[in-house]
């Protein structure tokens, strides 16, 4: 393993999202938040001169020969440190007392989680919400991604690939094209062209730039972190919340299809089994909630049921974690869709996170195929995609994953129990943060916070949101006695 190597390139991307750091802090001058700058200008100075000690430290390592060891370590210490940096300006602005809470803050946005451990939000520097929206957008398509993509340095290294594995979602890893980075910059050029789309048309329905620029960091990233207490609910507009259900449901799709879409492959896109079970649960669940919503009178039109259902049920599932309404206060069976869709989240190589669509589909026809084992036993069941066949090895890393993600959960459900908080509070916080989805049920609702919890939760909340972000086993390999072995 390549330990001075790997300090030296999480060192200089720590310098990156220090320059990167200029942004909010440009914002609280303009804005007159003398605390807020303060803030920003000596975490900038304190990274910058952290970045160039050890750069300068590391002077002649070469990290072009990184392995899928290196990778790991790499991306799991890039995302703690960058977090832990990045909470520096809350800290000194004064956004929270305490560290423990600053870190949570931070690590929602840069995990695209979206829960927050304010009670006001409104009341918070500008440039400070800004920033947290903006760790949004830079964790959506990944902060390794787009540091390959803007390192030219990189762009001829052979361990590029591991890098990006070790942070992109999903059963298999794959390239769209032969180079790396070529393939980090279209992601990025994709997905920074969908961000000003939005911005435009939200600016159109009466959005000011700013409001337009933090929702469209927010949407794109499937995150969920709002300037406004009330979410998109405080704008009041059907325009609004039209423009937000579009572009959350292109957040939660693969970012390859669009590539693909782009260069003619239409056809082949429409045909993407995981995008039609994605398409299929969203309306499947859509439709059947807003009937249900409009029998029980919750609402006076099916028009605006339907809007209302499917909006919440593609933040959900997208696990973006906007909201319009109160959920928790709708008749049981529209929260129980809500519910199931939480444990599902958007598709892989998306900007969403949860267990993937994928893999929900391949265990439901591993089973449909178990079944048919069971009535002819001497049969040989392939089990398909659009891609072809899929493998033995993919179907077994699938159901892996699956199991210690449910394993995961419930460790996390015993251990925020300590807490002493409500049994459905406990389960949705930890269900939410592991799915990096931010908003539940309970006391974390859409008009909650988690403010209630212990300090001494938001470090274990942190640690879920981590690992389900980069897929429990980039995280969890560090815990290997193998992995340290020469």
């Not at 440190?81 to 909470?87: N, P, S, V």
């Not at 919750?298 to 028009?303: I, K, L």
Request: aromatic residues 14%.
């Amino acid at each position: 393993m390549h330990l001075r190597s790997v300090f030296r390139l999480v060192a200089q991307i720590l310098i990156f999202i220090a320059i990167l750091m200029i942004i909010p802090a440009v914002i609280a001058l303009v804005h007159g938040e003398e605390k807020a700058f303060m803030g920003f200008f000596l975490s900038i100075g304190i990274i910058v001169a952290i970045g160039l000690y050890v750069t300068r430290w590391t002077d002649g390592e070469d990290y072009r020969s990184f392995t899928a060891r290196d990778g790991f370590l790499f991306t799991t210490m890039t995302w703690i440190l960058a977090t832990a940096f990045g909470a520096l300006p809350l800290l000194i602005a004064g956004t929270f007392p305490d560290f423990s809470s600053c870190f949570f803050e931070i690590m929602s946005g840069f995990t695209t989680t979206g829960a927050t451990a304010m009670t006001d939000i409104e009341s918070n520097f500008k440039s400070i919400l800004f920033w947290r929206s903006m760790t949004n957008w830079l964790g959506g398509m990944g902060i390794v991604v787009l540091f390959v993509a803007f390192l030219p340095a990189l762009g001829a290294s052979a361990g590029t690939f591991h890098l990006m594995g070790a942070e992109s979602v999903g059963p298999v890893k794959g390239k769209l094209t032969p180079k790396t980075q070529t393939t980090a910059i279209l992601l990025w050029g994709i997905y920074l062209g969908f961000t000003i789309l939005e911005t435009i048309f939200l600016m159109l329905g009466g959005l000011d730039i700013y409001d337009a620029v933090t929702v469209s960091f927010s949407t794109l990233s499937a995150a969920g972190f709002c300037v406004k207490n009330s979410s998109i609910g405080t704008f009041n507009s059907s325009y609004v919340e039209i423009v937000v259900i579009v572009f959350m449901l292109i957040s939660g799709a693969n970012f390859a299809l669009y590539y693909k879409a782009f260069t003619g492959k239409i056809r082949e896109c429409l045909k993407n089994t995981e995008l039609r079970w994605y398409l299929a649960i969203v309306a499947s669940a859509s439709v059947l909630g807003a009937v249900w919503l409009l029998a029980e009178g919750t609402f006076p039109t099916f028009g605006e049921a339907l809007r209302k259902m499917s909006f919440h049920v593609i933040s959900i599932v997208t696990t973006t974690g906007f909201a319009t309404a109160d959920y928790t206060l709708w008749p049981t069976f529209p929260m129980m869709l809500l519910f199931l869709v939480t444990f599902i989240g958007g598709c892989a190589g998306s900007a969403g996170g949860g267990v993937k669509v994928v893999r929900v589909s391949v265990a439901a026809k591993s089973g449909v195929n178990l079944i048919k084992k069971k009535i002819h036993p001497m049969s040989v069941v392939q089990l398909k995609d659009s891609d072809g066949v899929v493998t033995s090895d993919v179907v077994h890393s699938i159901f892996c994953f699956l199991g210690t993600y449910i394993i995961t959960w419930l460790i996390g459900c015993v251990i925020i129990s300590m807490s002493g908080i409500d049994l459905l509070t406990c389960a949705s916080a930890t269900i939410l943060t592991l799915g990096n989805i931010g908003i539940g049920f309970g006391n974390i609702g859409p008009t909650g916070s988690f403010a209630m919890f212990p300090l001494w939760t938001k470090w274990v909340f942190s640690f879920l949101m981590l690992v389900g972000r980069l897929e429990l086993f980039t995280v969890y390999v560090l815990f290997s006695r193998t992995f340290w072995k020469r």
